[in-house]
């Protein structure tokens, strides 16, 4: 492309980190990766334009590289770079970046695992690289890039286990030699491949004596055959069925090594330190002659541990090696430490719910059950409980785990009926202030710790029916809740199958609804028939005097002359939900009427026609067919296809009126255009004109707006090779177009009248008027009705508008001769390389002629848009416009068996795409 300085490349990095896909719509990522690699090998290029471009190529190679090809290009690219630039102070960290690139794009793409002679000398340099022990060889100025060095090979162990366990002697011995602070990454190198590699010993059945020392001091070559795929290595448990059972000389040599690197694990930091136990615990794990003894001292070291990362791991070995490693004092005493941290006053709240959760979810040595749910420990005591008691100070979070992990120590404690009333209490603190005034927050936190209570104590009687009652209250003067109520409802009875307090709660909030006074009605009638339409879901609350209220509602509020389409919406919505729940027999006669009276009253024509929808249902079809009619959901089943009306409601739940097809039934199909499509011209010109400067002319023609603005494609309508005969005549076709680009004006919806199988398909044009003339897809759809009345909605095949069909001819006035066309391509031609415009742009493109001539070529291509050809040499002028305004000029000239064109355009945007036509037009030469 032509951008070519460290401020351009800046800009183009941050557009594509704005948005990739938009910025990749405009080019190709093939394109773009080329002009990626041009720019890092480019010697004008500051270091800072290219470390951004190594980062895309790190973030993104997913993205960009789209192919095994371009993936190895990329890769070659990169590491020649890397090889060819110095080993200085001054490309250090570019060099750093360089070999971090090489192994994400390998990983990442999983492409060049075929190409062994790559990946040898990758390995064979990150190698050499790590084997300079305590920087004896290029000093400490370059451990950074050992550090890299020691990255990249970690996770190519990580990606690919096992890749290195034929360099452990060789790994151990960088490990033992290390004394700069790179001993951490030597040291989880080391670990991981040990990991690994006892891991594959211990997969092969037939290991037999003498493997551990082999593995142990083996020093291979790298094999990347049988490579193919990246494996996923599952951490080992104590149910994973591998295990190893090596001689006692192999016990001792495996033990050594492991106690060598558990001695110098407190040189580690603590995150390095939990990745090493957790490494060495599997190890352990898989080997039995290995004792979990070796990790006593560990323990006791990160018994007083502040770090998180540590206190996990302990935690992970504890569900290990259970007893074998923890007594119960040490259970005891972890216990404690978990419940001090819990309430610590200078950790954080993550840190706090974290402990919290560590006590609900607590490894023991001996556990009750194998339910992998919240469950408390059995020494978990209550006096520890105390410690957490929740305050109204803390924050909702604490709170609310808090009150769990109470809630669950009286359930542990049998009925335990203080420990309850004093959590209720609290509960009722909660209620006090959400009473008093109701926060956001604060009510969030109330309805969250009333769902936890109710969890916990559904079954007692006593406190529930409390409960009920205070909800009610509390409803009573704020009924801006119910949104809270119906959740609470809906919650509690997904979670609790058998629990009757939910259903208590939605009866009692009808009965105070139902008996309130009609002048306290007005201001919260919407929330009140909130709370009624999900009170109607339960069937075994009779609705009579919902409906006889709602009735005395419509008739004297003026419900109905106000034509409120929500608040219609909202009765029609209690309506709905009582004849899908409800035994209809009692209430028959007062449903009917209230539906008849909004079909005759009420003043909104939608609303009216739902509850005659409504009324019909219930006066014609069984109780059956209506509630499975009005089920939300139902319009999705093949059986029920309701076409006349939605059924609106405010869960939208409805029967839909257009059926979905899964296969496509329809395609468009680009009709080939005899001759190039063709603009409106700006009018004649005298000849007296013409001598005039007729390229300002051509170039003012662009002041009109809508001139030569549009293209016009035109395409059939067909059906696919093999359609259900159900489909063979369709009619009333409405098509949606969705360019799915913000480079065109969006695209109005086209109607076809009918399309009848093995007939002539429908042709219809498409004007597209395009702000950036790109290649684009066209995605369709249409909705269309069959012979039996039914509507259905069906997906098109995409297609693909390539960069050739953009082409328009030279807009200018049919009376301007072909001389005037030449001189107009040369002035524009000199005027574009002149001008200096940061869109204007020359570049060349060449080929070889493989067969025919260049005549042949130019024939098949570019004859409409010739302006003049010369026969010594042979050379060909091409102007090809583009709609709105952009010109891109040809200058074709052959020698001996290349051909030279010579490109000029007033958009650099459009090169990646003038590059890939003439490739493609040129490989089919």
């Known amino acids: 492309m032509a951008v070519s300085s460290n401020h351009e490349w800046t800009q183009k990095v941050a557009a594509f980190h704005a948005s990739p896909s938009h910025f990749l719509a405009s080019t190709t990522a093939e394109n773009f990766v080329h002009d990626l690699l041009r720019v890092l090998t480019d010697e004008k290029m500051g270091e800072n334009i290219k470390l951004q471009i190594l980062g895309i190529l790190q973030e993104f190679p997913t993205l960009l590289l789209v192919s095994s090809q371009s993936a190895r290009r990329a890769v070659e ?12 102070p001054k490309t250090l960290k570019l060099k750093c970046h360089l070999l971090l690139s090489v192994t994400t794009i390998v990983i990442a793409t999983d492409d060049l695992l075929s190409d062994e002679q790559t990946l040898k000398n990758l390995m064979k340099q990150l190698l050499d690289v790590a084997c300079d022990s305590n920087d004896h060889k290029n000093g400490v ?68 004596g003498g493997t551990i020392r082999e593995m142990l001091e083996r020093n291979e070559d790298i094999k990347w055959k049988g490579r193919e795929k990246q494996q996923e290595l599952a951490a080992v448990t104590v149910t994973t069925h591998l295990s190893l059972f090596p001689s006692a000389d192999e016990t001792k040599e495996l033990k050594s090594c492991v106690s060598l690197l558990l001695e110098e694990s407190f040189l580690l930091t603590p995150a390095a330190q939990a990745v090493l136990l957790r490494e060495l615990a599997q190890v352990v794990l ?11 001292s560990q323990i006791l ?26 007594t119960v004092e040490d259970e005891n005493l972890l216990l404690k430490r978990l419940v001090g941290m819990a309430q610590h006053p200078l950790l954080g709240v993550p840190l706090k719910l974290f402990y919290m959760d560590c006590l609900l979810h607590f490894p023991e040595n001996r556990p009750l059950s194998s339910n992998l749910q919240e469950n408390l420990p059995v020494l978990f005591t209550s006096r520890m409980a105390n410690c957490l008691f929740p305050t109204l100070f803390n924050d909702s979070s604490t709170m609310l785990g808090r009150l769990n992990l109470l809630s669950l120590v009286c359930l542990e404690n049998g009925v335990d009926e203080r420990g309850i009333a004093e959590i209720f209490d609290y509960l009722m603190s909660l209620y006090k202030l959400v009473d008093i005034s109701g926060s956001r927050d604060r009510i969030v936190t109330f309805f969250q710790a009333v769902y936890i209570f109710v969890s916990h104590f559904y079954t007692n009687e006593e406190y529930m029916a409390e409960l009920t009652n205070r909800m009610v209250q509390l409803y009573d003067k704020h009924c801006s809740l119910a949104p809270h109520m119906i959740n609470l409802i809906s919650s509690t009875q997904n979670l609790l199958e058998d629990c ?70 909202a009765v029609l919505s209690v309506c709905r939900n009582i004849l899908h729940c409800q035994n209809l027999e009692p209430i028959f006669r007062d449903l009917a009427d209230l539906l008849q009276h909004l079909h005759l009253w009420f003043q909104d024509i939608d609303v009216q026609d739902h509850a005659h929808f409504y009324y019909a249902l219930l006066t014609c079809l069984s109780t059956d067919k209506l509630a499975g009619i009005v089920a939300e959901g139902s319009g999705n089943c093949s059986c029920t296809k309701i076409r006349s009306l939605s059924l609106m409601s405010e869960s939208a739940g409805s029967s839909v009126s257009v059926l979905p097809v899964k296969h496509p039934i329809l395609q468009l199909i680009p009709i080939p255009e005899n001759a190039c499509p063709t603009v409106s011209s700006a009018g004649e010109a005298s000849e007296q004109d013409i001598g005039e400067d007729y390229l300002g002319k ?35 076709i409405l098509l949606h177009f969705d360019l799915q680009s913000s480079h065109y004006e969006p695209l109005s919806d086209l109607l076809v009248p009918c399309l009848l199988f093995n007939k002539k398909p429908h042709a219809f044009s498409l004007v597209f008027k395009p ?53 107009l391509f040369t002035k524009l031609w000199t005027s574009l390389i002149q001008n200096g415009s940061s869109q204007s742009i020359l570049s060349r493109f ?26 010594q040499p042979e050379s060909y002028k091409v102007f090809l416009f583009l709609p709105p305004c952009i010109n891109v000029l040809f200058l074709l000239e052959q020698i001996d068996d290349i051909v030279k064109v010579d490109i000029v355009t007033d958009n650099w945007k459009l090169l990646p795409f003038i590059n890939s036509y003439l490739v493609d037009m040129t490989s089919k030469n």
């Open 77 to 88: 690219s990169v590491f020649n770079l890397y090889l060819r630039l110095p080993l200085a």
């Open 141 to 208: 100025t370059f451990r950074p890039l050992r550090t890299v060095a020691c990255d990249c090979l970690r996770e190519f162990e990580t990606c690919y286990p096992g890749l290195l366990s034929g360099k452990l002697e060789l790994l151990s011995s960088l490990q033992r030699r290390e004394v700069t602070p790179l001993h951490q990454a030597y040291t989880l190198l080391y670990s991981q491949v040990l990991k690994n590699a006892i891991h594959t010993v211990a997969q092969a059945h037939n290991a037999g």
């Open 286 to 296: 898989m080997v039995h002659s290995l004792s979990p003894a070796m990790f006593r």
């Open 301 to 326: 070291r990160l018994f007083g541990t502040m770090d998180v990362s540590l206190l996990h791991t302990m935690l992970y070995m504890k569900a290990t090696f259970t007893d074998s490693l923890f």
């Open 500 to 569: 009757k307090w939910p259903v208590s709660l939605a009866g009692a909030l009808q009965k105070l609804i139902v008996e309130l006074p009609l002048q306290q009605l007005p201001p919260n009638l919407m929330w009140h028939l909130k709370v009624l339409a999900r009170v109607a879901k339960e069937g075994s609350i009779p609705q009579k005097a919902t409906v006889q209220f709602l009735l005395i509602v419509i008739r004297s509020c003026n419900v109905c002359g106000m034509g409120d389409w929500q608040m219609g919406n």
């Open 698 to 732: 051509y170039l003012g023609q662009f002041c009109d707006p809508g001139f030569a603005s549009t293209i016009t494609l035109t395409f059939h309508l067909g059906f696919v090779e093999k359609v259900d005969p159900h489909f063979h005549k369709i009619f009333t």
């Open 771 to 823: 702000r950036s003339p790109f290649p684009f897809t066209l995605h369709a759809s249409a909705i269309f009705t069959t012979e039996d009345g039914d509507t259905y909605c069906s997906q098109l095949q995409p297609v693909d508008v390539g960069f050739p069909r953009l082409f328009l001819p030279l807009p200018v006035p049919l009376s301007w001769p072909p001389e005037v066309k030449v001189s």
């Open 846 to 871: 060449c080929f070889k002629m493989v067969q025919g001539p260049l005549c042949e070529l130019i024939r098949l291509h570019f004859q409409k848009y010739v302006v003049s050809q010369h026969s």
